[in-house]
């Protein structure tokens, strides 16, 4: 994710707009990819950084109130998990897994580019 591309647009639409939620377990993860050394051309240490202190700070933190195993990769139920534990209307990925469910159990499920095509709460 590089500044000003369509994910960091997303994050910051949804920090203004939004709630952002987070589980320990979905901050693992975030945390472990983030890290990846193939992926430090892509995201440098600053804005590594910036995106897990957003992450830490301005999400509300939630832990898995029931299991799920609905997603065809059972590495990502923890993402639904949360969606579940936060009553969340929208879940916003790049993961072609979630994708596949979309809509699941009510929740939209949308690329960062498709959340960004959502008007405004007071529009909606």
Same mark, same amino acid.
């Given at each position: 994710?590089?500044?000003?591309?369509?994910?960091?647009?997303?994050? !910051?639409? @949804? *920090?203004?707009? +939004?709630?952002?939620?987070?589980?320990?377990?979905?901050?693992?993860? %975030?945390?472990?990819? &983030?890290?990846?050394? !193939?992926? @430090? *051309?892509?995201? +440098?240490a600053e804005l590594r950084a910036d995106l897990l202190d957003q992450? %830490?700070?301005?999400? &509300?933190?939630?832990?898995?109130? @029931?299991?799920?195993? +609905?997603?065809?990769?059972?590495?990502?139920?923890?993402?639904?998990?949360?969606?579940?534990?936060?009553?969340?209307?929208?879940?916003?990925?790049?993961?072609?897994?979630?994708?596949?469910?979309?809509?699941?159990?009510?929740?939209?499920?949308?690329?960062?580019?498709?959340?960004?095509?959502?008007?405004?709460?007071?529009?909606?």
């Open positions: 994710m590089h500044a000003g591309g369509v994910p960091q647009r997303a994050l !910051r639409k @949804a *920090r203004a707009i +939004d709630t952002l939620v987070m589980s320990s377990s979905v901050f693992d993860e %975030v945390f472990d990819v &983030l890290h990846r050394p !193939r992926l @430090a *051309r892509f995201v +440098d992450l %830490v700070s301005g999400c &509300l933190w939630f832990e898995a109130t @029931a299991v799920v195993a +609905d997603c065809r990769d059972p590495a990502d139920n923890k993402y639904l998990e949360l969606a579940l534990a936060a009553q969340a209307s929208t879940m916003v990925s790049g993961d072609q897994d979630l994708l596949a469910l979309h809509p699941w159990r009510g929740i939209l499920v949308l690329r960062p580019a498709e959340y960004l095509t959502l008007p405004e709460p007071s529009a909606r």
